[in-house]
């Protein structure tokens, strides 16, 4: 069945919010196997409001619309959805008292203004959800072949709306729609021109299942996607895609759905019984607080020495001044020693250094803006990474940071492997 | 002008990324006084992309599309784009050699993939965008009384693109569309009900100026706005509200559109002439990445120590053992000691520290989690804050650091205006 969301609100149109429904819903109904196709946003503007939902119910099966339900004038979402279906509007009892009922327990005794009771005009034959987390009721109309659904807009009323209003009526009016399995492969260490490269074949005419590659900051991700009748087939859909996968990608290091480095590292030190620490220059502390993004990471983390002057770098982490002198802190030289240095501070079994030039100002020809050396030191000697990222100030950090996490990770399992 | 905005990609109709580059260039094209009035979200399915564009281009002025232009099969706006305005698609040598530039800066010297050829095909006549931010160049078309611009979709290409390219481009096709002028007010010290309380009269019955509030993590944001022919109108529209609401919020200390505290920290260190460093624990190096998020912060910033454990709060930061013994890590004590240490380790000025429960583990009735103490030692004294913050692991430890630079610029602005 295919699905369009429509979003309705000027303040989506004037970039004031961010549009968290559709995600929202777009992810649900992917779960329930609906095919969601399109996402429009239109104002509140009645002419475009009844071309887009016009346009929508020629093109999908279902329609669902989020916000326009409210007591103020602005909020027509309703009336135009009634008045394509072709439903007179009818004053529902039922539903002004529970409107009346909330008003009284969230304002005090109040009579509901004449806008209020406007939510309770109801298309003619429409199934009503009634709305326990705010005013205004939803509905669900079905005529011609086409379904349109209105659902309120405030993300919290319409993800309760959503989740016991109208998928429950899904389940029992359309049964299921099957079953979809993903498996998101996230890529540190490959761009995505080369990863497609190595999966190309795999890549060209899917169907089902598909597979899909996104660049995100640090790393790319590879989603693999089976859509099928039930659970099991989909999961059997997957398997051998599954495995060419990973077989072409057996040596990278990879994380997987919502793992990040930091996960990984986190697993790979625990296992190895590790006690790991930072150096920052560059980053700041980020590494830091990407390894403490991870709830326990006190039992392996000691923490990072930001360092962001040679003073501190000398003093905290014993980088000798002779190195800060001949080779600059943005050298392989300083990173091998603030690594070293770290380790020393903290007492830790392995430690990752960043020092380099996150811009905007501060480049030279040999010194690129985003030029980072990442050192890591542990039982097995001292690396140093250089790398050049790219993006604004806080993308190369976060990039940079990102990375030195991998790097510590890649030694580790570099070495497990010998 | 109307403008449509149709972001491209099946990960936002699998719900997998939300669209942020909707809101983006909606915020930026209504401060330049165009009229978005769609939004689309189209998957990569070649049938339905050409449907979109042509509906858009039937309803809209300026259609301006993300995504789809990178060197993946998937990646087909441009090629539907350049067919809907009857442009064949030309090889641009000089597009190769700067993406083949790209490639080699990024990658080392290796050759161009034959995907990342593609991104060098260029419509007809299409006034070309180089894009420095990545190596997907956006192209802008026009004819028939119609403009259509593609944009790549990663959002900080995207951002860079629309800032170095789009803009200048729009403003010297199309010229001046009126004026927007705005300014957002962040507020960090106080709820959304007690800023709406003090400002409420003026929220009601606004139509122009308008003002509008949101809540953000850390920070609750005001929007002010005027729409009028000129600049100069528009800011006299501006001028009244802004001067009353800045009165009614005269004993905060807020941040300016898109400045954040960091910025207001940074400036203000500057003229005094301090020196600032920090100690996380609970924060794990946050407050030092949002810091050094700021151009040009190594010259007033030092560094933070980052102490994960009670060891390195004494080793490195001096707390003393009885302290940590006798009140906890977690305590008004420990934070104290160590912000001190901080100052005397990096020898700075100002220092400011973290230490608390992030979650989701670890909490008891004495100590919730969400519980922070933040110290801030400086030549007044050392002050410590104790808050607790809601949300998961990650929100609890954004909150508490942009908190935490907040409660230093109080420290140094309640001190210097005595």
Redesign the interface.
């Known amino acids: 069945m295919l699905v369009e969301l429509v979003t309705t609100g000027s303040?989506?149109?004037?970039?004031?919010?961010?549009?968290?429904n559709?995600?929202?819903?777009?992810?649900?109904?992917?779960e329930l196997g609906y095919f969601?196709?399109?996402?429009?946003?239109?104002?509140d503007?009645p002419q475009?409001m009844k071309?887009?939902l016009k346009?929508a119910l020629s093109?999908a099966d279902l329609v669902i619309t989020t916000g326009g339900l409210g007591p103020t004038q602005g909020d027509m979402t309703k009336i135009i959805g009634a008045e394509l279906m072709n439903r007179p509007l009818i004053y529902d009892q039922a539903i002004a008292d529970s409107v009346q009922a909330w008003v009284t327990a969230h304002h005090g005794t109040v009579t509901m203004t004449e806008n209020q009771k406007r939510q309770a005009m109801i298309p003619e034959g429409a199934a009503i959800f009634d709305n326990e987390a705010g005013t205004a009721p939803g509905v669900a109309m079905q005529g011609g072949g086409k379904n349109l659904v209105h659902l309120p807009g405030p993300p919290s009323e319409m993800r309760w709306m959503y989740e016991n209003r109208l998928k429950p009526w899904l389940l029992k009016t359309f049964g299921s729609q099957g079953s979809i399995r993903s498996l998101y492969i996230k890529i540190y260490d490959m761009?995505?021109?080369?990863i497609?490269?190595r999966l190309?074949d795999l890549?060209?005419d899917q169907s089902n299942p598909t597979l899909?590659?996104?660049?995100r900051?640090g790393f790319v991700e590879v989603?693999l996607?089976a859509r099928a009748d039930s659970e099991e087939q989909a999961e059997a859909l997957l398997e051998p895609l599954e495995e060419e996968v990973r077989s072409r990608l057996n040596d990278q290091i990879v994380s997987f759905n919502d793992e990040t480095m930091a996960d990984v590292l986190g697993r790979e030190v625990r296992q190895a019984g590790y006690i790991v620490s930072?150096a920052?220059s560059?980053?700041?502390?980020?590494?830091?607080?990407l390894?403490?993004?991870i709830?326990?990471?006190?039992d392996y983390?000691?923490?990072?020495?930001?360092?962001?002057?040679n003073?501190?770098k000398e003093k905290?982490l014993g980088v000798s001044h002779e190195t800060l002198e001949r080779y600059t802190a943005v050298s392989a030289e300083t990173a091998a020693e603030m690594a070293d240095g770290s380790r020393r501070?903290?007492g830790s079994d392995i430690a990752v250094s960043t020092t380099g030039i996150?811009?905007?100002?501060g480049g030279t020809e040999e010194q690129p803006v985003g030029l980072v050396y990442t050192g890591v030191s542990g039982p097995w000697g001292t690396l140093v990474h250089r790398d050049?990222y790219?993006?604004?100030?806080?993308?190369i950090?976060r990039r940079a940071a990102v990375r030195a996490i991998y790097y510590v990770v890649r030694y580790l399992v570099n070495h497990k492997n010998k």
Chains 1, 2 share one sequence.
């Open positions: 303040e989506l149109l004037l970039g004031e919010i961010t549009n968290y559709s995600a929202y819903l777009s992810k649900q109904l992917n969601v196709v399109y996402h429009t946003t239109v104002g503007n475009r071309d887009v346009t093109r761009g995505e021109a080369f497609e490269e190309m890549v060209k899909a590659m996104y660049a900051p989603r996607t930072a920052e560059c980053t700041g502390g980020l590494i830091g607080s390894i403490t993004d709830p326990g990471a006190s983390f000691r923490g990072s020495a930001g360092t962001y002057c003073e501190m905290l501070l903290y996150a811009g905007p100002g050049v790219h993006g604004g100030r806080a993308e950090k």
